[in-house]
């Protein structure tokens, strides 16, 4: 059971500063290198690939672009890897923290596995199958279609998965798994076409996890607890299992296995748990202007919703009680309005819409955060503050 004798108490404001500096949101920049932002927030959600280049250089150290955060994927020796993280969606990750990231994954009891209607044994075989054909190559999603089935056997080519007015093969309802077991990555672009290829590629000597380690097993999903806790705790093991789209229970069971390396805090009297020794908190108060752009980390994965989202935030901002499909305007490490940018050329509308009226001061600092997403994004802003008329994902 949870030890929860004699909690230190902190408040929810101290919670805000200390998540802000951690994500290196109190001031702009100051996260480093992409690698040790991605590795500091264990992952940025990268579905939508402008967004993700916005959430990571929005950290970085200095006057960092979207193109530096290019460069960290796709350069000569690529420090970041496009890869299947949390809950199956793709993140882009530390190169550097793939091995932890695979094992640890790999280990999760996962919505994944039941959801693919496939067997245990028809998952290995397609993952095994995956692995050999991106070996030392990166092909398209129909070039892997017809290596797995070559390797596999017609079974994997049925086209039994619906997506999007169309029926995919069977073996694609393994895709995430196969990413999760470090079996593929996302590769360079080929033309208009994505590419998978082996992680190998990325990280020399990377092997994908070929079967049960209990071991390993154990010391990487404890390295994922304490890196989740360092960036978004203080935490509960439900809301753990919610970024992680795992079983509740089997997460209380984790956070027990941790034993004294992790402690109780109550946040103005619920409980929460951080890293054993990193129950300090910051004496300035939580201060900012930030525009946080779609399923940035902060906004997925910070609980609890009714706090990081209060009162009418949650309507405006939450779908079905998901964070990120909006934009969202943050105050005081508090989520208050939603934003939309329109691009044209080097032109960027920016729209933003406060749920409250903004004093002079924090006009004054939207400004800012409005010209600095500028100069991230390489183009030339303009700010209007009004209604936000289109809908998630727009």
């Given at each position: 059971?949870?030890?929860t004798?004699s909690?230190?108490?902190?408040t929810w404001?101290e919670?805000?500063?200390r998540r802000l500096?951690r994500?290196s949101?109190?001031?702009?920049?100051?996260?480093g290198?992409?690698?040790?932002?991605?590795?500091?927030?264990?992952?940025?959600?990268?579905q939508?690939m402008?967004?993700?280049e916005?959430?990571?250089a929005?950290r970085?150290?200095?006057?960092a672009?979207r193109?530096?955060v290019?460069?960290?994927?796709r350069?000569?020796r690529?420090?970041?890897?496009?890869?299947h993280?949390?809950?199956?969606?793709?993140?882009l990750l530390?190169?550097?923290?793939?091995?932890m990231?695979?094992?640890?994954?790999?280990?999760?009891p996962s919505?994944?596995?039941?959801?693919?209607?496939?067997?245990?044994?028809q998952i290995d075989?397609i993952?095994?199958?995956?692995?050999?054909a991106?070996d030392?190559?990166?092909?398209t999603?129909?070039e892997?279609?017809?290596?797995?089935v070559?390797r596999t056997?017609?079974?994997?080519?049925?086209?039994?998965m619906?997506?999007?007015?169309?029926?995919?093969p069977?073996w694609?309802?393994?895709?995430?798994?196969?990413?999760?077991r470090?079996?593929l990555?996302?590769?360079?672009?080929?033309?208009r076409?994505l590419?998978?290829?082996?992680?190998?590629t990325?990280?020399p000597g990377?092997?994908?996890?070929?079967?049960?380690?209990?071991d390993?097993e154990?010391?990487a999903?404890a390295?994922?607890?304490?890196?989740?806790?360092h960036?978004?705790?203080?935490?509960?093991?439900?809301?753990?299992a919610?970024w992680l789209?795992?079983?509740a229970?089997?997460a209380?069971?984790?956070f027990?296995s941790?034993g004294?390396?992790?402690?109780?805090?109550?946040?103005d009297?619920l409980p929460?748990w951080?890293?054993?020794?990193?129950?300090g908190?910051?004496?300035?108060?939580?201060?900012?202007?930030r525009?946080?752009?779609?399923f940035?980390?902060?906004t997925?994965?910070?609980h609890?919703?009714e706090?990081?989202f209060?009162g009418?935030?949650?309507e405006?901002?939450?779908?079905?009680g998901?964070?990120?499909?909006?934009?969202?305007?943050l105050?005081?490490g508090?989520?208050?309005g939603v934003?939309h940018?329109?691009?044209?050329?080097?032109?960027?509308?920016?729209?933003?819409e406060?749920?409250?009226?903004?004093?002079?001061?924090?006009?004054?600092?939207?400004?800012?955060?409005?010209?600095?997403?500028?100069?991230?994004?390489?183009?030339?802003p303009?700010l209007t503050?009004?209604?936000?008329?289109?809908?998630?994902?727009a």
């Open positions: 059971m949870l030890s004798s909690p230190v108490q902190v404001r919670v805000r500063s500096a994500h949101l109190a001031a702009p920049g100051g996260g290198t992409a690698a040790d932002v991605a590795s500091a927030n264990c992952g940025a959600h990268a939508v402008s967004a993700a916005l959430s990571v929005t970085m150290d200095g006057d672009t193109q530096d290019r460069e960290a994927l350069g000569e690529p420090s970041l890897v496009k890869a993280g949390p809950r199956g969606t793709i993140h530390a190169a550097r923290d793939l091995p990231w695979t094992r640890a994954l790999s280990a999760v919505v994944l596995t039941a959801r693919s209607g496939l067997t245990a044994e075989e993952v095994r199958a995956v692995a050999d991106l030392g190559t990166a092909l999603i129909a892997l279609d017809e290596a797995v070559e056997g017609p079974w994997a080519g049925e086209r039994v619906p997506a999007f007015q169309d029926m995919w069977r694609r309802q393994a895709l995430a798994l196969a990413g999760h470090g079996a990555c996302y590769g360079p672009n080929r033309g076409s590419t998978y290829t082996s992680p190998a990325v990280l990377f092997r994908p996890v070929r079967g049960p380690e209990p390993e154990q010391a999903l390295e994922l607890v304490t890196r989740y806790l960036a978004y705790g203080p935490v509960t093991p439900q809301e753990f919610r789209a795992a079983p229970g089997w209380v069971r984790l027990e941790m004294e390396r992790i402690t109780r805090v109550d946040v009297g929460g951080v890293v054993a020794g990193d129950t908190v910051s004496p300035e108060p939580p201060g900012g202007v525009l946080l752009p779609y940035d980390a902060y997925v994965g910070c609890p919703r706090r990081v209060p009418r935030a949650a405006r901002a939450l779908a079905r998901q964070g990120g499909n909006y934009p969202v305007l105050v005081d508090t989520v208050a934003w940018q329109r691009r044209s050329g080097r032109r960027i509308e920016v729209t933003v406060p749920l409250d009226d903004l004093s002079p001061a924090l006009l004054s600092d939207l400004d800012r955060e409005v010209e600095r997403i500028g100069r991230i994004l390489e183009g030339v303009r503050v009004g209604p936000v008329t289109v809908g998630p994902h």
